[in-house]
T-cell receptor
Framework: GIQVEQSPPDLILQEGANSTLRCNFS?????LQWFHQNPWGQLINLFY???GTKQNGRLSATTVATERYSLLYISSSQTTDSGVYFC???????????FGAGTTVTVRA | EPEVTQTPSHQVTQMGQEVILRCVPI?????FYWYRQILGQKVEFLVS????????KSEIFDDQFSVERPDGSNFTLKIRSTKLEDSAMYFC??????????FGPGTRLTVL
């Protein structure tokens, strides 16, 4: 199956700092999503971004499909940004998302 | 905003018992999915469902598991004869054709 690798595995930030999370994948995809898992375990959709760049408030994401990676940018981080960030991809003709292992982000006040 | 709902939020059961986890997908979506996440691990795909039949299933989804869409709104996952290792968070998701998947809040299953 498709391999999805996220880096770094853990990230500790001071409030107000910026950061970049990376997702590499091993095959062509027609769907790529970023999620934030909150302390209650809920998966919150951040971006649906099979290619291109999107922004939503302090968060933005870029996917370079031809080079098989995606980046998630967090700017001016807040303590509420803490949690696990997952990247998930879906190949054409697959009917499933394959998840990476996640990046655990801790934002300290 | 439409959302996927799941019940119950937490289920505790004894080993060997059967459980049914319920989901109401977003109403105009056609694809339905179950995923699970063992504590501290990544989210794993179990099964996808379209047009009243399974589209794809993982190695995890063996004869112990089954899915059903009993009416026009519900989508269920049945686990027969639960094992300790079935303890996990189970997520339901739905999507329109070839589009973004939306996840429910999850059911935390604890098998004692």
């Amino acid at each position: 199956g498709i391999q999805v690798e996220q880096s770094p595995p853990d990230l500790i930030l001071q409030e107000g700092a910026n950061s970049t999370l990376r997702c590499n994948f091993s095959d062509s995809v027609n769907n790529l999503q970023w999620f934030h898992q909150n302390p209650w375990g809920q998966l919150i959709n951040l971006f649906y971004i099979p290619s291109g760049t999107k922004q939503n408030g302090r968060l933005s994401a870029t996917t370079v499909a031809t080079e098989r990676y995606s980046l998630l940018y967090i700017s001016s981080s807040q303590t509420t940004d803490s949690g696990v960030y997952f990247c998930a991809v879906e190949r054409l003709d697959d009917y499933k998302l394959s998840f990476g292992a996640g990046t655990t982000v801790t934002v300290r006040a | 905003e439409p959302e996927v709902t799941q019940t119950p939020s937490h289920q505790v059961t004894q080993m060997g018992q059967e459980v049914i986890l319920r989901c109401v997908p977003i109403s105009n979506h056609l694809y339905f999915y179950w995923y699970r996440q063992i504590l501290g691990q990544k989210v794993e795909f179990l099964v996808s469902f379209y047009n009243n039949e399974i589209s794809e299933k993982s190695e995890i989804f063996d004869d112990q598991f089954s899915v059903e869409r009993p009416d026009g709104s519900n989508f269920t996952l049945k686990i027969r004869s639960t094992k300790l290792e079935d303890s996990a968070m189970y997520f339901c998701a739905s999507s329109d054709v070839g589009n973004e998947q939306f996840f429910g809040p999850g059911t935390r299953l604890t098998v004692l």
